[in-house]
């Protein structure tokens, strides 16, 4: 059966100099592409605002490539499949993959992963049981590898990212600092994602704070702010810290550096210091998707979402992740 409705998709029709704005895009109608063999089409009820998508949209070297102009703007979505040529994919199937911003997306079966809903809502599969989740999973486990009782702070704490960093290393007993703006979100990452403390990093003075939250200093950093926030967490690591760098969105993802203050500790600390790209590590995804939505189901995982509505929306949510308007994994809902 083939689909004759028309499609809805938002391109990128330029680079952005420094900040994006809704003009960056065009909502495009467009027939919906019918699968071929091995493909599905998907209908996205989601789709995932990640801050990695600021920095595609540069024309700069990256590890991925630039966003084309005038192509759907790529990105993560969530949906139920439609149309299937695929063998092992049914119609009806909830599944996650990179459909882009737009309602249908043709993809191959064997890029997408079949969302287990029975143990975690369909959304979740973008957030703390999909790639930011598993971006936690693969820093705190591989790179911190923290010990029971060691001091690891994360930052954008109350994020899709931190909040389940912070709350894997609780599981594995430590004592667990996230770093946040405002009071809001640091009381939301005390009380409801069970951190020891939280360090407003708008509010006074964020040195003498953090000091008085990490007495006996900082064993591990989930890092993914970058600028004063890390420079005030690399004065206060203890020998052999190790931190993971996920992201630096201080900097923006616009181009510009992200310098570090002072890299002594690299030498008197004997820190490690290790970037990553959860993509670069897919063999492991279907094991931590499975332990982040067993720990879900068993309510020891818990998230919090900012819902945005319409494919229109999309530009918008991006633009807050990027200034810290969200509280917790921004999503779009496709109606
Ligand atoms: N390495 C990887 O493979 C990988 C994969 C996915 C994501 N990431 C990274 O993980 C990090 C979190 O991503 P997420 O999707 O979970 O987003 P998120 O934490 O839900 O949203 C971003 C948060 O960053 C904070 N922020 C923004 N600008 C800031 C600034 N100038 N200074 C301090 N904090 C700022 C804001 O929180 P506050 O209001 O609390 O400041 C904002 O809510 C990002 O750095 C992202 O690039 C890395």
């Excluded at 919906?32 to 998508?53: A, C, H, M």
């Excluded at 290393?169 to 405002?182: D, M, P, Q, T």
Aim: hydrophobic share 45%; proline share 6%.
């Amino acid at each position: 059966m083939s689909r004759t409705e028309l499609n809805r998709q938002l391109h990128l029709v330029r680079r952005p100099a420094e900040k994006i704005t809704p003009l960056d895009f065009r909502l495009v109608e467009a027939p919906v592409v019918n699968p071929g063999e091995g493909q599905i089409l998907v209908r996205q009820k989601w789709l995932s605002i990640d801050p990695y998508l600021r920095e595609r949209m540069n024309d700069a070297k990256s590890y991925l490539p630039p966003q084309p102009l005038d192509e759907v703007m790529a990105g993560g979505g969530a949906g139920e499949v439609v149309q299937s040529k695929h063998p092992e994919i049914a119609v009806g199937d909830q599944v996650i993959g990179l459909g882009g911003w737009q309602l249908f997306a043709t993809m191959n079966g064997a890029a997408v992963a079949r969302a287990d809903t029975a143990q975690a809502p369909l959304a979740a599969f973008l957030g703390a049981a999909g790639m930011p989740g598993i971006t936690a999973w693969y820093g705190l486990r591989k790179i911190i590898a923290p010990k029971g009782g060691e001091t690891i702070v994360v930052s954008a704490a109350s994020g899709s990212v931190g909040g389940v960093a912070g709350q894997l290393a609780k599981l594995s007993g430590c004592r667990v600092v996230g770093i946040a703006g405002g009071d809001i979100k640091c009381r939301y990452v005390v009380d409801e994602l069970g951190f020891d403390a939280c360090v407003d990093h708008r509010a006074g003075d964020f040195d003498a704070q953090l000091a008085a939250a990490t007495p006996a200093g900082i064993d591990g950093c989930f890092e993914n702010v970058g600028g004063v926030v890390l420079d005030a967490v690399m004065r206060r690591l203890n020998p052999f810290a190790r931190v993971a760098v996920s992201g630096l969105i201080s900097g923006g993802y616009d181009g510009q550096p992200v310098p570090i203050a002072d890299a002594n500790m690299f030498s008197t600390a004997r820190v490690r210091m290790e970037g990553f790209i959860v993509s670069d590590h897919r063999e492991l995804w279907p094991e931590a998707r499975a332990e982040l939505a067993g720990l879900i189901a068993s309510k020891r995982l818990k998230y919090r979402e900012s819902i945005a509505t319409g494919l229109e929306s999309a530009p918008g949510a991006l633009i807050d992740v990027l200034e810290g308007r969200n509280f917790g994994k921004q999503l779009v809902e496709l109606p």
